[in-house]
Structure formats: structure tokens, C-alpha cells
């Protein structure tokens, strides 16, 4: 079942390279010129925003996937980082990046629900 887990992470993995922008790296840290209007202006600000949200994300998404990868070559990987039980295979195959079993994810998020209300 490793390995069906294992060709699913590189897959993932992959797939956040095929979805980043073209041209994202050349926007970083760039102005946006200057626009015939300010709904154009504001259009670009928007979508410069988004194009860095979703940048974010891929970073992210793909720290989480080599993580996974790192724990499956090392062990570790389907251990709950909480309490130290199996995370389920279901819930793996669900999210092959799971870090917590189903019941310390579900405590983490009665948390952070009594923190915001």
C-alpha cells in the first residue's frame, strides 16, 4: 500500500509543478506598470494578489508532499505526529500528506473553533 501511497505523492508532486503560472517568477518583486484607469489598475493589483496567493499555496501543497515522501523513505510516515497511533489507511489514502489521526485533527479544529468564537 506504500507504494499506491508513494506513486500518489509523486504524482501530487509533479501536478504542483505542471499547475504553477507561466512567467511567475518574473513578477515577483515587480511594479505593475502603469494603467490607462484605476479599474485597470485595480485589476492588476487583484490579479497580482491571486497569482502570489496561488504561488503560496503550491509552495506549501509541495513542502507538505516532500515531507511525506521524506517520511515514507525514513519512517514514520502514517504515525500520528500528536500521539504517536497509525493514521488510518482510509484517511491516507483520502490525504497522503496526513500528519495527525483522525482524532487529533479533530481536536485541533475543536481548538481553533473555540478560539475564534
Do not use: W
Not at 485595480?42 to 515531507?67: N, Q, T, Y
Request: hydrophobic share 35%; aromatic share 2%.
Amino acid at each position: 500500500m506504500h507504494k499506491h501511497l508513494r506513486e500518489r505523492l509523486e504524482d501530487a508532486l509533479h501536478d504542483c509543478a505542471l499547475h504553477t503560472p507561466e512567467g511567475f517568477e518574473e513578477e515577483d518583486g515587480q511594479r505593475i506598470d502603469p494603467c490607462a484607469d484605476e479599474n485597470e489598475y485595480a485589476s492588476r493589483v487583484v490579479e497580482v494578489g491571486l497569482r502570489l496567493h496561488l504561488r503560496s499555496r503550491l509552495d506549501k501543497r509541495r513542502v507538505e508532499i516532500e515531507d511525506a515522501l521524506k517520511r515514507l523513505d525514513l519512517g514514520g510516515y502514517g504515525e500520528c505526529a500528536e500521539c504517536g497511533e497509525d493514521i488510518g489507511l482510509a484517511r491516507l489514502v483520502a490525504n497522503p500528506v496526513a500528519t495527525l489521526c483522525v482524532v487529533c485533527q479533530a481536536d485541533r479544529e475543536e481548538q481553533a473553533a473555540r478560539l475564534c468564537a
